[in-house]
């Protein structure tokens, strides 16, 4: 058995439900991407492997999951994304012109983070925080004079 087939196995459990293989289907379509996938992207995957799985259970499944904070769900865009939640915390700078997406540091969050819930009394969901604005590259356009 794949260990994080084990995990998701005893944090379903912990929390009172199954790692159905429907489940474990999705969960490893997600996972495998290593990426942020929109749900037409789970959709194609978990389609690919098993046809059988209609596009709305697979939608509810999802919400199901994140539900229990197997799988992050994140909207930017106008459009939703999934992804696994790793061991790990991780967030994401993300250029809110061409879309690029940058890994950003947990260690670079750590202080803000304390620091807002120790003044507001909030505690901030840490384990992935997106922050929005402009890369490097689309910064430097917009330097630039406009070209004719
Ligand atoms: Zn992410
Ligand atoms: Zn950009």
Request: aromatic content about 8%.
């Amino acid at each position: 058995m794949p260990e994080s087939r084990i995990d998701f196995a005893i944090q379903l459990h912990t929390q009172g439900y199954r790692l159905t293989s429907q489940r474990n289907l999705i969960l490893e379509a997600v996972r495998q991407a290593k990426a942020h996938l929109t749900p037409e992207q789970v959709y194609d995957r978990v389609h690919r492997r098993n046809p059988t799985i209609s596009r709305a259970t697979i939608y509810r499944t999802l919400d199901f999951l994140c539900e229990m904070r197997l799988i992050h769900a994140m909207y930017w865009g106008g459009q939703m994304y999934y992804e696994i939640v790793g061991d790990e915390p991780h967030h994401h700078l993300i250029c809110r012109d061409c879309g690029a997406i940058e890994q950003l540091d947990h260690a670079l969050l750590e202080e803000l983070i304390g620091a807002v819930q120790k003044q507001h009394r909030f505690n901030i969901d840490v384990d992935h925080i997106a922050l929005f604005g402009l890369c490097r590259k689309c910064r430097n356009n917009e330097r630039k004079p406009a070209a004719r």
